[in-house]
């Protein structure tokens, strides 16, 4: 059974950049929302990816609730490859989005009882999903986990439209196996790698380790964004 898609999130310094890029992952991402505390400028994007020489992972972007303005004032200057809408953001926008940029764009859905019927809303619509867990007025990236059981309804839905399905909250190398026995499509991290703030390279062999990463990450991250 191959192992599931890998996108480690939150990154922001160089430091962080350099140990994902050396990583098993298949995405990395950078989150734009101002209130976020792994919030980055796409000015530091752009200089961490030059300062890296050649890129070989696509780049996520993360916004909430973005103006057209803010996304493009950051994809002018970061180079990324996929826009991860992570608030409100209506099937309508998103489609007006990917005419205007010209970009894949993941959606993310909050878990609720029903979130695999919110999913439906964006067939033909998003390229991805990423579901998480809403805590108080905080969008995501909260270290909150949700209730894993559901994990195989929402990779029903994403299998049925045809896109990934990332599973995020809460996850880390100590409890990574208790969510693979629920086979998820692709898994998405941010603190769960991370000591003292910081991308942990020990924390991430560890997980990689228990996810079964291997040397076919380049292939499959460049199949999942065709």
């Known amino acids: 059974m191959p192992?599931?898609?890998?996108?480690?999130c939150g990154i922001h310094s160089f430091s962080d950049y350099t140990v994902c890029?050396?990583?098993?992952?298949?995405?990395?991402?950078?989150?734009?929302?101002?209130?976020?505390?792994?919030?980055?400028?796409p000015e530091a994007v752009a200089d961490w990816v030059r300062r890296a020489g050649q890129r070989k992972k696509p780049l996520v972007g993360v916004f909430v609730n973005p103006t057209f303005d803010e996304l493009r004032v950051v994809l002018q200057t970061a180079p990324?490859?996929?826009?991860?809408?992570?608030?409100e953001e209506t099937p309508t926008f998103v489609t007006e989005v990917q005419k205007t940029f010209h970009k894949r764009v993941w959606k993310a859905i909050h878990h609720t009882p029903g979130a695999c019927g919110l999913m439906a809303q964006y067939e033909h619509t998003v390229d991805g999903f990423v579901i998480?867990?809403?805590?108080?007025?905080?969008w995501g990236g909260t270290g909150v986990r949700f209730d894993w059981t559901y994990v195989p309804d929402y990779t029903e839905e994403a299998r049925r439209q045809g896109?990934?399905?990332?599973?995020?909250?809460g996850i880390t190398p100590d409890n990574i196996e208790k969510l693979l026995a629920f086979d998820p499509m692709a898994i998405d991290l941010a603190s769960g790698i991370e000591c003292e703030g910081k991308k942990s390279?020990?924390?991430?062999?560890?997980?990689?380790?228990?996810?079964?990463?291997?040397?076919?990450?380049?292939?499959?991250?460049?199949?999942?964004?065709r």
Not at 132 to 138: F, L, M
Not at 201 to 225: F, H, M, P, W, Y
């Open 3 to 8: 192992r599931p898609f890998l996108k480690y």
């Open 80 to 87: 990324l490859d996929i826009i991860q809408l992570h608030g």
């Open 201 to 225: 390279r020990r924390l991430i062999q560890d997980l990689e380790r228990k996810v079964g990463a291997n040397d076919e990450t380049l292939s499959r991250c460049t199949r999942a964004i």
């Open 21 to 41: 890029l050396e990583s098993a992952s298949d995405f990395l991402g950078f989150v734009f929302y101002q209130k976020s505390p792994r919030h980055i400028k």
């Open 163 to 169: 896109v990934p399905c990332f599973i995020a909250g």
């Open 132 to 138: 998480d867990c809403k805590v108080k007025d905080a």
